[in-house]
């Protein structure tokens, strides 16, 4: 994964998406790793600041905030390429002479994009005629935040896993989970406690 | 036997990587079951874990890392079992509880997923159910620097020093209903984050 990954907006000019994979913001500032795991940003005038990771975090607008600026500007909040797969079946795992457990698998990786609005994650296939699957988020059971993979199950559907291609799972992983958490309050369903491995409120 | 092989090779081959830095170690009870529940900072976490801790660790591991058959070999010989974390997984409870119940220690890391930015995530309710199921000893171990040598968001290894601190075995009762174990949640998660937190000097993250 890429820095912008974790910057999913610039802690700078607050601008979201603005950091490309080598860590330039279109502001002037580079972001670049530094000593361990701290990040450095080089301003355009040359002086350099260096700070931890949570640090830089904590100057990034919340996702709530985010959700708010995009519902003023119209539907869809967020729309990015993804490379889609889902999970077509599953196999069994035995180890040491007992049965672990089963795993799922995955097919074709597809190509398509993934947006989200103020009440469902859409998906579509790029190809001509492709499908198009929308989770209605009274229907979603589960979101997953993997390794490199942002993945949603369904009440009835088969988990899909996504792979963003030019944008940040981390906002994608957030902004979900923050419009789930605005969907539950405004339908009177409680708090969101936990996404998975089951989407559960505090009732 | 291959256990003991990868033991030997992870310290062997760490030098390369920095110095590992442990402390508490005695606190892993010498036989009988216990889970150990640690932070998630990188990929080497459960290297260094499995590699340090003297008795066999058998760790919860998410079940995509056993799609591919070699990484599933590996897996299985580092004595790692699947859990499929996007539903609600009978089989990874229950075979937890019988690898406890044959006196083994079995791994888990309790924030299901890497840190994006160092600090502690919310501990995952399903573990900390099976925890006051199980009523085995839980040691925590609190890992720190490995965020520094590998984070999330690079595909770079740098040199780094890693501390593994162990804590004291906690005591959490077997809980018998659902109702008891959904009544303790609460307590069990803020004893355990306090824990980590301590251990590990991980601030819990906002999110």
């Known amino acids: 994964m890429a820095l912008s990954d974790l910057l999913w907006a610039c802690p700078d000019c607050g601008e979201v998406g603005a950091i490309g994979p080598e860590g330039s913001c279109t502001c002037g500032v580079v972001f670049s790793r530094g000593r361990g795991g701290h990040i450095d940003a080089r301003y355009p005038d040359g002086a350099v600041v260096e700070r931890t990771a949570a640090e830089w ?10 959700l708010e600026r995009a519902a003023a500007e119209g539907e869809p909040f967020r729309r990015a390429h993804v490379l889609a797969q889902e999970v077509v079946g599953s196999a069994n795992v035995r180890g040491g002479g007992r049965f672990l457990n089963r795993i799922e698998r995955y097919g074709p990786a597809v190509k398509g994009s993934l947006s989200l609005t103020r009440d469902s994650a859409i998906y579509e296939t790029l190809d001509a005629g492709g499908t198009a699957r929308t989770w209605a988020f009274e229907d979603i059971t589960a979101v997953q935040g993997s390794s490199n993979t942002l993945q949603i199950k369904g009440r009835g559907q088969p988990l899909v896993s996504f792979r963003f291609l030019d944008d940040s799972i981390f906002l994608w992983e957030l902004l979900l989970h923050a ?3 605005d969907f539950y309050r405004r339908t009177g369903r409680g708090e969101i406690v936990e996404f998975q491995p089951r989407v559960t409120t505090d009732r | 036997m291959i256990y003991r092989s990868a033991q030997i090779l992870a310290r062997t081959l760490w030098p390369l990587i920095g110095r590992v830095h442990v402390e508490g170690l005695h606190h892993i009870p010498r036989k009988g079951p216990f889970i150990l529940i640690a932070n998630h900072q990188s990929y080497l976490d459960p290297v260094i874990v499995q590699a340090v801790v003297p008795r066999p660790i058998h760790t ?60 502690l995530q919310t501990l995952r309710r399903g573990t900390l159910r099976l925890i006051l199921k199980a009523g085995a000893p839980v040691v925590p171990c609190g890992i720190s620097g490995a965020y520094h040598i590998w984070p999330r968001w690079h595909h770079r290894i740098k040199r780094g020093n890693l501390t593994l601190r162990f804590g004291e075995p906690m005591r959490f009762p077997a809980l018998h209903t659902r109702r008891e174990r959904d009544a303790a949640l609460p307590e069990t998660q803020r004893l355990i984050t306090s824990a980590l937190t301590s251990l590990s000097g991980a601030e819990p993250a906002p999110w």
């Open chain 1, 57 to 66: 975090m904590d100057r990034l607008p919340a996702p709530e905030e985010l």
């Open chain 2, 60 to 119: 919860m591991a998410k079940s995509t890392q056993f799609n591919s058959a070699t990484a599933g070999a590996v897996m299985k010989t580092l004595k790692s079992y699947p859990v499929r974390r996007f539903e609600i997984d009978p089989q990874a409870v229950r075979l937890s509880l019988r690898i406890l119940s044959e006196g083994h220690g079995v791994g888990i890391y309790i924030e299901g997923e890497r840190t994006w930015d160092g600090r």
């Open chain 1, 179 to 181: 419009a789930l958490r």
